[in-house]
């Protein structure tokens, strides 16, 4: 099995279904400044669409989003809302044309964590979302064509909603209840104020989950592989974060997952002692970091951060 990459943020957690009963999920440098004492901590992780596509068979889906900096662009960032700051890659920091001073801030990625150099930007707009004065982290070009990534900072009272289906994606306030009839809903809690988790169940283990659309694969924590029966048999793999650290994993087919009354079957999990469980103080309990690889089969996805809630129609 090829090494996969990994890029996440301060993430969230999402479900991944479809309102079938049984879903059937197919397999498939910059220089570093000085680091500084009490430097800020941004989490980042992703990789590539036109706005949103979704998985196929060949490749993994993704969400970007159309992005004005200093009322420049649109720019396409990868949304992640598993990330809690927006960050840049170089190239787009050259054309926002605000060169990098003496600020740094510390990226927590899935694999690791640097500090990067930072460039302060006036303004950040997409759909109904503003964000003013703000320092914005420049990380490695590993998006897969993306210019950087969207982080959840500003989506409080907001609603996004992805459609796979017609590659669109819309970011607005929330106003009322969603209206949705088809769609599995799924309540919520926020850690960190923007990381998205829920319960699950995998071979009757009850599991922390996690949505993060920055992620290219899901990832679980140790000691969900040691709750989980070992008579299946893994393969190693490699994971590579945002931060170009390298961690080793075991890629698991995992069992059937339990989201309420839905099962997802055939889901790939790699598994190890990666970075980002020990940032977000998950390594004690069973935890799984829910990626573009089962997100992007569904058909709609829909975020209300304000009523806390996840609306997920399946593909077809």
């Known amino acids: 099995m090829a090494p996969r990459l990994?890029?996440?943020?301060?993430?969230?957690?999402a479900p991944l279904a479809a309102p079938a009963n049984d879903v059937d999920v197919p397999t498939a440098p910059l220089p570093l400044p000085t680091t500084q004492d009490n430097v800020e901590e941004v989490v980042v992780a992703a990789p590539e669409p036109r706005y949103v596509a979704p998985t196929l068979r060949d490749r993994i889906g993704r969400v970007w989003a159309p992005v004005y900096i200093n009322g420049k662009g649109p720019y396409k960032l990868v949304l992640d809302t598993g990330a809690n700051r927006t960050a840049v890659i170089p190239s787009l920091a050259k054309k926002i044309g605000t060169p990098p001073g003496t600020n740094v801030l510390k990226v927590l990625g899935a694999t690791g964590s640097s500090v990067v150099p930072a460039i302060k930007v006036n303004s950040i707009e997409v759909g109904d979302l503003f964000l003013g004065d703000r320092q914005v982290a420049i990380v490695p070009d590993v998006f897969g064509g993306a210019e950087g990534v969207l982080g959840a900072d500003g989506l409080s009272d907001k609603r996004v909603h992805i459609d796979f289906k017609k590659d669109e994606i819309s970011i607005l306030r929330s106003t009322g209840p969603v209206r949705a009839n088809g769609y599995t809903k799924i309540p919520v809690k926020l850690r960190y104020g923007h990381l998205l988790m829920f319960d699950v169940k995998l071979a009757g283990v009850r599991t922390r989950a996690m949505l993060d659309t920055?992620?290219?694969?899901?990832?679980?924590n140790r000691t969900l592989r040691e709750a989980l029966s070992k008579r299946r048999k893994g393969v190693e793999n490699t994971i590579i974060g945002v931060t170009l650290d390298a961690q080793k994993g075991e890629t698991v087919l995992a069992p059937a997952v339990e989201l309420g009354d839905l099962t997802l079957?055939?889901?790939?999990?790699?598994?190890?002692?990666?970075?980002?469980?020990?940032?977000w103080k998950m390594t004690d309990q069973p935890a799984l970091l829910i990626g573009m690889d089962i997100i992007g089969l569904l058909d709609v996805l829909i975020?209300?951060?304000?009523?806390?809630?996840?609306?997920l129609r399946a593909r077809g």
């Open 6 to 13: 990994i890029l996440l943020a301060l993430a969230s957690l």
């Open 214 to 220: 920055g992620a290219q694969s899901t990832i679980g």
């Open 265 to 279: 079957r055939g889901m790939q999990v790699t598994f190890g002692d990666m970075y980002i469980f020990d940032a």
């Open 303 to 311: 975020i209300d951060y304000k009523r806390r809630e996840l609306h």
